[in-house]
């Protein structure tokens, strides 16, 4: 439920990606693209080292 959630899965948005793909377009704002957590699991996984 959390990734479900976090990555707004139930957001109908899937038949435009489907149709014209989502490479290179800023339009859509897809949540599994964006960068915010990389920090935060950039020093977990250091951490476990």
């Known amino acids: 439920e959390a990734i479900i ?9 899937y038949r435009p990606i489907a149709c014209y793909g989502h490479f290179g377009r800023d ?3 897809l949540p599994w693209e964006k960068t915010d957590k990389a920090e ?7 951490s476990k080292n």
Not at 40 to 46: G, H, M, N, Q
């Open 5 to 13: 959630r976090t990555l707004d899965l139930r957001r109908p948005l």
């Open 27 to 29: 339009d859509l704002d």
């Open 40 to 46: 935060i699991l950039r020093k977990e996984a250091l």
